[in-house]
């Protein structure tokens, strides 16, 4: 059993290499989660006889700087597996800078989709941020996250984590023009899950206020980001300014796909994570071929890509 793993800032992923195996855990490192409990806990699911490993965690404010949190998950991993352990940079397994360890799961996720789908633009969506990888004869994106973002690779918009204030500056309310309040009252998965496009289950970080998870709180929340309660506004209000949301996330997936698949002269888009779906209706509304990995490998290992990438890039290696 050859198991990925993927140690994200807000989740850890894992996934065997043969797909059967997937998991998500939220454990927000800047909390000072338990990370090493966790892993030993994989660890006994698993019994893998091989791990692949990437990160993006090292980015959590908990650490000084990258690479202490670089030396921190890399111990945590090697402390919590007995077996063979093989960590992949942004050149792959052969890396001679431990610094190439850093926001290293694109980079996975993009060389296997290069093996098996060619030339294409490789957008995953997850809870946090957005990749957009171009491949042509090999993933052609920047190394590190600074200069990603630089370049449009990388979109600072997820599905669920993202403030809404981060999104809007103003909304439309009855024909109003409304500014946001620049709070952390509301995020991308309260407007998800009122317009019914995530199921409560799915909902599976915490929420700004510590309420719950269902419509009705998700609804109060986003009326608080224009400074009203929801009897204010009622729920029609409440549905813009979730729509608005949505629409600002689907315009900034067109935007960054229509430029790197013109800088690149890519027609094939290969969506990944949970946010498949805004991805494919971003590329179809470009006239661009979109393939759904749910639709190849499941929607499981979709939602956890970079872990099962790198587990297949190392079956492959052994």
């Known amino acids: 059993m050859i198991l990925g793993l993927d140690v994200g800032g807000a989740n850890t ?16 490192l800047w909390k000072e989660a338990p990370l090493v409990p966790l892993l030993r806990r994989i660890s ?31 111990a945590a991993v090697e402390g919590a597996f007995s077996c063979p352990i093989k960590f992949w940079g942004v050149d792959g397994f052969r890396w001679t800078d431990i610094g190439d360890l850093a926001a290293a799961n694109w980079s996975a996720s993009a060389s296997l989709v290069s093996k098996e789908f060619g030339d294409c633009l490789f957008v995953d969506m997850g809870s946090t941020t957005t990749d957009l990888i171009p491949i042509k004869s090999g993933p052609k994106a920047a190394k590190t996250d600074f200069e990603r973002l630089a370049n449009g690779e990388l979109i600072y918009s997820g599905l669920l984590r993202t403030n809404l204030a981060a999104l809007l500056r103003e909304v439309d309310i009855g024909g109003r023009r409304v500014p946001l309040s620049s709070e952390l009252f509301a995020i991308a998965a309260d407007a998800h899950l009122v317009l019914g496009e995530i199921a409560e289950e799915k909902y599976t970080v915490e929420t700004p206020d510590g309420g719950g998870r ?42 960054g796909i229509r430029r790197l698949a013109g800088q690149h002269d890519l027609d094939l888009v290969v969506a990944a994570g949970i946010g498949e779906d805004l991805i494919d209706k971003a590329a179809h509304t470009l006239d661009l071929e979109c393939v759904r990995l749910s639709e190849q490998y499941g929607s499981k290992v979709s939602d956890v890509f970079p872990a099962y990438a790198v587990a297949r890039l190392l079956e492959m290696e052994l």
């Open 13 to 28: 992923k894992a996934a065997s290499s043969d797909g059967l195996f997937t998991k998500i855990e939220y454990l927000p």
């Open 44 to 74: 006994a699911e698993t019994k893998p006889e091989a791990l692949a490993v990437v990160m993006t965690g090292e980015l959590a404010d908990c650490y000084s700087d990258k690479m202490s949190g670089i030396l921190s998950i890399k």
């Open 214 to 255: 269902d419509i009705r709180s998700a609804e109060r929340r986003l009326a608080r980001t224009v400074c009203a309660d929801l009897e204010e506004i009622g729920t029609e209000g409440v549905f813009e300014i979730a729509h608005q949301a949505r629409s600002r996330q689907e315009n900034l997936l067109m935007e």
